[in-house]
C-alpha cells in the first residue's frame, strides 16, 4: 500500500512539474494566481444574437485574435460555439487563423457545447447533444480540440448529476460560478456579511471544507474535479481598470494600467482566494458579460513577476481553466469528494414563460422521433440523409439550452421576435420529416393495433359530488370545494392518501420575476391571494372510449381556468391538465393536501435521481425537477407520485401540503413594491394559453425504485388528450432499438455523427452498474462500441447472436452498433 501511495505521488509530482515547465512557472513559485481571460456571450438574452454579433461579439473577437497574434504566450478562452460559428461564417478571411489558433490551443475552448447551457430544465439528450453538436462543428472545419473541460459561468444552478452527464459526454473537469446560498453583486438589497446563506452549498464550501475546488460526485459515483467562482466569472475584469464594473449593461470603469494598480489588484485577488486554496494554485477569471480583452494582458502580468513576484512569493500567469485545473489534479487527494446539490439558487425561472419551454421540448421529442423513424425497416433509404435533413433544426434546438432561452429570462422582443420563430422554424422541419417517415398504415407491419374500447371506472354522482372507484384507488371530488378532490383512499384500504381540498388552485401574488419568486429575496412578496376551493364549480363526467373525464371550469383572478381528470380501470395513474393562464404577478400553483409526514423528497434531475429534504433557504422551496417526485410517508411507507410531461417545480410542507407550479406570470423582480433588482434588468409578460398537464400514483409502500416510478414518469408523456396521434408513432420508433431490462430506457438512436454504425444512447435512473443487453429490430449486430456522447469509442462491447452486452457505466451509456441487415 505505502508503495503504491508512493509511486502515486511521485507520478503526480512528475506530472506537476511537466505542466509548470510547459506553463512557464519558476520551480521555486509557492503560489500561482492563474488568469483565464473569456467573454461570456450570451446568444439572445437582452439583444438578438445578431444586434449583439454586431455590436459587440465580432469587434471583441476581432481584438482577441489580434492579440493572440501578437502574443504567442497569451490564451483566449471561448466559452461556446454558438458565435465562434456565426463569426466563422461572417469573417472567411479568417478562418485559416481561427483553424490555426484553435489548433494550437491558445483560442481555448472551455467547452464543445453550442451553448453554455441550463442543466436543470433541458432533457437530458438535449444536454447531451449540445456537446456533440459543437463538437461535430470544429471537426467538420478541421479544428481538431477536443475539452476536457465544461465551463458554465453563468448557469443559475446545476443538476446534481451534472458529473454524469459530463462523464457521459467525455468530461473530466468542470467549473461553475452561480450555486445557492452565494453572495453576487447586484442581486439582492443585503449586505455581503449576510452571505453565504447558512445550509447552502455555497456555506459548506466556504465555511466547513475552505475550498473552491473540490471533486463532485454524482449519485451514480461520476466524478469530475470541480472550481467554483466564489467571486463571480469576472472577479478579474478590472485589472487593468479602476471603477465598478466592465460589464456591457452598466460598464462604469476606466482604464488604468499603471503598475501600482495592477498589482494591487493581483494581490487583492490572491488575498481573496489563499483563504479557499488547498493547492498552491488560485484561480482568477476574467470574462464578465460581452467585455473587451485586456491589452497586452501578458505584458501586465510579466511586470508584476519581475517586479513584485520576489517580494510576494505570487506568480501571476495568463492560461486556460483546463490548465489550472491539471495542475489542481496533481494534488488531488487534498481535495473533498463531495455530493453537491446546488439548488436552490433563483426558483422563479423554472416555471417562467411556460409555453416558450414546452415548445423547447416539444421540439426534441419530435426530432427524437423523426432520427427514428428513419430508421424503420419501411424507411430504409432515408437512414443516411436524415442528419443532414434535421442538422439545422438541431442546432436551433440545442442553442435553446441556453441559461436565458429555455430558463424564458429574456425581454418579451428578443422572445418574440427570435426565440421563438427559432423554434416553429424548427419545428416544422421536424413535424414535415416525421410525417415524411410516417409508414402507410395499410403496409406497416408494426403499427399498434386501434384503439379499442375499455372498460370504464365505476362512477357515481349526486347532490354536487363525483365518486370515482376502481381497483387502485377510489377519488371523490365535490363542487362546493370548487371542484376538488375532497378524499382520496388507496386500493380498498382504508388508508386515506389525500385529505381536505387537493387539486385545487391556489393563486399566489408574486412580486418575483423571471428568474425569482417574490420569497427569495428581501424586499419580495409571495403571498396567497385567492383559491379555486372558495367558490363552488360545476363538475361534468363524460365517458370516452379509452376512458373517463372529469372537467370543471374555474375563475382565478379574472382569468378562466379549465382542469381536466382523466381516469382509466386498468392504470393506477390518474391524468391531469390545467389550462389557461396566471393573471399578471400571479403564480398558480396545484395543491394536494396529503395525509402523508414526508422528512424527504425524491426526485428525478438530468443524470440523476436526487434525494433532498422538504425545505432549503426558502419557506417555500420550490425545487427544480424533470419527470417525477415521490413523497413517502416515515412512518408506513405510504406514498405519492407525482409526474410531469415536462420538467417543473415542486415543494412539500411540513403540514403534508405538496404544492406543484401550474401557470406563472410574474413579470420584473421588484422589492418593496417600487425596486428594481440591477441584476434583474429584463421584465415579461406571458401572453399564451399554457396546457400543464401532470399525473399522480399512489404507493402503498415501498421506495421509488420498488414502485417502478420512472417508468411511470417515462410513460405519462403520451396525453390522453393529444390528439396528434404521436402516441403511436413514438411506440413504433421506440421498437427499432430496444433493451432486455425494462428500467434501461433508449432515449435516442441516430446514424453516427462520427465513425460508422447507430449511435444509441440508454438511461436508467434505477440500475446504474447493471448488465443490459441491446439489439436491433430486423438487423444483426456484427460489432458494437462503448463510447462517450461526442461519439468517441471507448471500448469494445462483447457481441453474441447478434446482439451486444454492456454493463451501464453510470445512469448513462452511448453505445455504436454496426449491424447488417436481416
Known amino acids: 500500500m505505502e508503495k503504491t501511495q508512493t509511486i502515486r505521488q511521485s507520478s503526480q509530482q512528475a506530472r506537476e512539474n511537466f505542466l509548470r515547465h510547459r506553463l512557464g512557472i519558476p520551480d521555486d513559485a509557492e503560489r500561482v494566481i492563474v488568469f483565464a481571460e473569456s467573454s461570456h456571450w450570451d446568444p439572445n438574452w437582452m439583444l438578438t444574437s445578431e444586434e449583439y454579433f454586431r455590436r459587440l461579439v465580432r469587434p471583441n473577437l476581432d481584438r482577441a485574435i489580434e492579440e493572440l497574434l501578437r502574443d504567442p504566450r497569451r490564451v483566449y478562452s471561448v466559452e461556446c460555439i454558438f458565435f465562434l460559428r456565426k463569426y466563422w461564417e461572417q469573417r472567411p478571411e479568417q478562418h485559416d487563423t481561427i483553424r490555426s489558433l484553435v489548433n494550437e490551443g491558445r483560442l481555448r475552448l472551455t467547452s464543445s457545447g453550442v451553448t453554455t447551457a441550463d442543466t436543470l430544465l433541458p432533457a437530458t439528450e438535449a444536454i447531451l447533444r449540445d456537446f456533440l453538436i459543437g463538437q461535430e462543428w470544429l471537426r467538420a472545419n478541421g479544428m481538431t480540440q477536443e475539452p476536457r473541460v465544461a465551463y458554465f459561468p453563468d448557469s443559475f444552478g446545476h443538476s446534481p448529476g451534472l458529473p454524469s452527464l459530463l462523464n457521459a459526454a467525455g468530461y473530466e473537469q468542470a467549473a461553475v460560478t452561480r450555486i445557492d446560498g452565494m453572495f453576487f453583486l447586484g442581486a439582492d438589497y443585503e449586505l455581503p456579511r449576510r452571505f453565504p446563506r447558512p445550509g447552502s452549498s455555497a456555506s459548506l464550501l466556504l465555511k466547513e471544507e475552505r475550498t473552491l475546488d473540490f471533486v463532485w460526485c454524482g449519485p451514480d459515483r461520476a466524478e469530475v474535479l470541480c472550481h467554483w467562482n466564489a467571486f463571480t466569472y469576472g472577479q478579474g475584469d478590472l485589472l487593468a481598470h479602476r471603477g465598478l464594473t466592465r460589464v456591457y449593461v452598466f460598464p462604469i470603469a476606466f482604464p488604468d494600467r499603471s503598475d501600482r494598480n495592477v498589482a494591487h ?66 494534488h488531488r487527494d487534498a481535495l473533498p469528494v463531495l455530493e453537491l446539490d446546488p439548488n436552490p439558487y433563483w426558483t422563479g425561472f423554472y416555471t417562467s414563460r411556460p409555453t416558450l419551454k414546452k415548445r423547447c421540448h416539444e421540439l426534441v421529442d419530435l426530432l427524437l422521433l423523426a432520427e427514428r423513424l428513419a430508421l424503420l425497416p419501411e424507411n430504409a433509404d432515408a437512414e443516411r440523409g436524415i442528419a443532414k435533413d434535421l442538422e439545422d433544426a438541431w442546432w436551433d434546438a440545442v442553442v435553446s439550452n441556453h441559461h436565458d432561452f429555455i430558463t424564458g429570462t429574456s425581454p418579451d422582443r428578443v422572445v418574440h421576435c427570435e426565440q421563438q420563430p427559432w423554434l416553429e422554424r424548427a419545428a416544422a422541419t421536424a413535424s414535415a420529416a416525421a410525417t415524411r417517415l410516417t409508414p402507410d398504415n395499410r403496409r406497416a407491419r408494426h403499427q399498434r393495433p386501434p384503439m379499442r374500447e375499455v372498460e370504464l371506472p365505476e362512477w357515481r354522482s349526486g347532490g354536487g359530488k363525483v365518486e370515482i372507484h376502481t381497483p387502485h384507488y377510489t377519488v371523490e371530488f365535490a363542487e362546493d370545494a370548487g371542484g376538488g378532490i375532497t378524499h382520496a383512499w388507496y386500493g380498498n384500504t382504508q388508508r386515506l392518501l389525500l385529505t381536505e381540498v387537493s387539486n385545487d388552485l391556489v393563486s399566489y401574488k408574486d412580486s418575483g420575476g423571471l428568474w425569482r419568486m417574490g420569497h427569495e429575496f428581501r424586499g419580495g412578496v409571495f403571498k396567497e391571494a385567492t383559491r379555486a376551493s372558495e367558490r363552488p364549480a360545476r363538475l361534468q363526467v363524460h365517458e370516452h372510449d379509452n376512458g373517463l373525464e372529469v372537467a370543471c371550469v374555474t375563475d382565478i383572478d379574472g382569468e378562466t381556468i379549465h382542469r381536466l381528470i382523466w381516469f382509466r380501470r386498468d392504470s393506477p395513474v390518474i391524468r391531469f391538465r390545467v389550462e389557461g393562464r396566471a393573471a399578471e404577478r400571479r403564480t398558480v400553483i396545484v395543491r394536494f393536501a396529503t395525509n402523508l409526514s414526508a422528512s424527504r423528497l425524491v426526485m428525478d434531475m438530468p443524470g440523476a435521481v436526487i434525494v433532498r429534504a422538504p425545505e432549503k433557504l426558502y419557506a417555500p422551496t420550490f425545487w427544480p425537477l424533470q419527470q417525477f417526485v415521490h413523497v413517502q410517508d416515515d412512518a408506513d411507507g405510504a406514498g405519492i407520485a407525482l409526474c410531469f410531461g415536462m420538467p417543473g417545480a415542486v415543494s412539500y410542507r411540513p403540514d403534508g401540503r405538496l404544492n406543484v407550479i401550474a401557470l406563472r406570470n410574474a413579470t420584473r423582480e421588484r422589492a418593496f413594491g417600487f425596486l428594481p433588482i440591477p441584476g434583474m434588468p429584463v421584465s415579461g409578460r406571458e401572453q399564451s394559453i399554457h396546457a400543464f398537464e401532470y399525473a399522480i400514483l399512489f404507493t402503498p409502500a415501498g421506495d421509488w425504485r420498488q414502485n417502478g416510478i420512472p417508468l411511470v414518469a417515462h410513460s405519462v408523456v403520451d396525453s390522453p388528450w393529444d390528439m396528434t396521434g404521436r402516441a403511436k408513432l413514438r411506440e413504433l420508433a421506440a421498437s427499432v432499438v430496444t433493451t432486455d431490462r425494462a428500467e434501461v430506457i433508449v432515449i435516442a438512436v441516430k446514424p453516427a ?67 447488417t441487415r436481416r
Open 753 to 819: 455523427s462520427r465513425g460508422d454504425g447507430l449511435i444509441a444512447r440508454l438511461l436508467t435512473l434505477t440500475s446504474p452498474g447493471s448488465p443490459v443487453a441491446v439489439s436491433i429490430r430486423n438487423r444483426t449486430i456484427k460489432t458494437a462500441f462503448l463510447c462517450d456522447a461526442r461519439e468517441r469509442d471507448l471500448e469494445p462491447l462483447e457481441v453474441r447472436a447478434g446482439i451486444a452486452h454492456l454493463t451501464m457505466p453510470g445512469t448513462i451509456a452511448t453505445v455504436r452498433l454496426l449491424a
Open 265 to 330: 489588484k493581483i494581490e487583492r485577488f490572491a488575498a481573496q482566494l489563499i483563504p479557499y486554496s488547498r493547492t498552491p494554485y488560485l484561480f482568477c477569471p476574467i470574462g464578465f458579460d460581452f467585455v473587451s480583452p485586456i491589452p497586452d494582458l501578458v505584458t501586465l502580468l510579466d511586470r508584476y513577476n519581475r517586479i513584485h513576484y520576489p517580494k510576494t512569493g505570487i506568480w501571476a500567469l495568463n492560461a486556460g481553466i483546463d490548465d489550472y485545473l491539471a495542475l489542481v489534479d496533481c
